[in-house]
């Protein structure tokens, strides 16, 4: 099998250095760019598979990297932040995006982020039809030809609503996604963007999915930016 190649875009040598070495322990190919124009040169040569992106580089601001990477292709981003700001997370989604990872972060946490994005980027230029096989994660299974979600096999009852929010999230699954992009996929363009009506949807999802509404084991809360289902289980 061919190796992923990723781009990681970051000044800081340490970080830089510590992730070229997860990832290349993890089997993947590793290209390193320290300022943002280098990192437009490679992406432009190399084709990465995917690119993480630190937001604060010296040269070019990484919202600008984003916006002009996009007007070409649509290899996965992940936006490194040192900043945890929600506003800034949200710009770079709604730039485009796939996701972001706050520092500190740690080995595991940075793994997931590029599996969940490599596999909804492939998902989506090669085989739609995986949509089709049904998402698993623990106890739960969301067989999408049927549009029948089990928890320890016994169906569970969701409205046509709550179902199109459930589904669109498993489509993304291990990747956060934004309340404005929920709201546009399930209520439609036109929604007026309030979030009240997704927050109030989502908490009687919790309440027939999660044995702890509180502490939810398969929809996590991203706060101020949106939610992130648990990553699916599928056999690689
Ligand atoms: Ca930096």
């Not at 992923?4 to 993890?26: A, P, S, Y």
């Not at 992406?43 to 916006?67: A, H, K, M, T, V």
């Not at 590029?114 to 994660?137: E, F, Q």
Request: one cysteine or more; a neutral charge; glycine letters at 6%.
């Amino acid at each position: 099998m061919p190796k992923f190649t990723v781009l990681i875009i970051e000044d800081e040598k340490n970080i830089q250095t510590f992730m070229g070495k997860i990832l290349k322990r993890h089997e993947y190919r590793v290209l390193c760019a320290d300022t943002g124009s280098q990192g437009l040169d490679i992406i432009r040569s190399q084709c990465p598979d995917l690119i993480l992106l630190d937001l604060g580089l010296p040269d070019i601001n990484g919202n600008e990297i984003i916006r002009e990477v996009r007007t070409w292709t649509s290899t996965p981003i992940i936006v490194i932040s040192a900043r945890s700001a929600e506003r800034e997370k949200v710009q770079a989604l709604d730039l485009g995006a796939d996701d972001y990872i706050t520092k500190p972060f740690g080995t595991s946490e940075l793994l997931a982020r590029i599996r969940a994005s490599l596999r909804h980027s492939n998902r989506l230029n090669t085989d739609s039809s995986v949509y089709i096989r049904s998402y698993r994660c623990g106890a739960m299974v969301l067989d999408f030809s049927r549009r029948l979600l089990t928890i320890d096999g016994r169906e569970v009852h969701l409205t046509p609503i709550e179902y199109k929010i459930v589904a669109y999230l498993a489509q993304n699954s291990g990747k956060v996604v934004t309340y404005s992009s929920i709201l546009s996929n399930v209520w439609g363009p036109y929604t007026d963007g309030d979030n009240k009506i997704l927050r109030v949807n989502m908490a009687n999802i919790r309440r027939k999915i999660e044995q702890d509404p509180a502490q939810p084991q398969y929809i996590f809360t991203e706060v101020g930016v949106g939610y992130r289902m648990a990553e699916d289980e599928e056999e690689t």
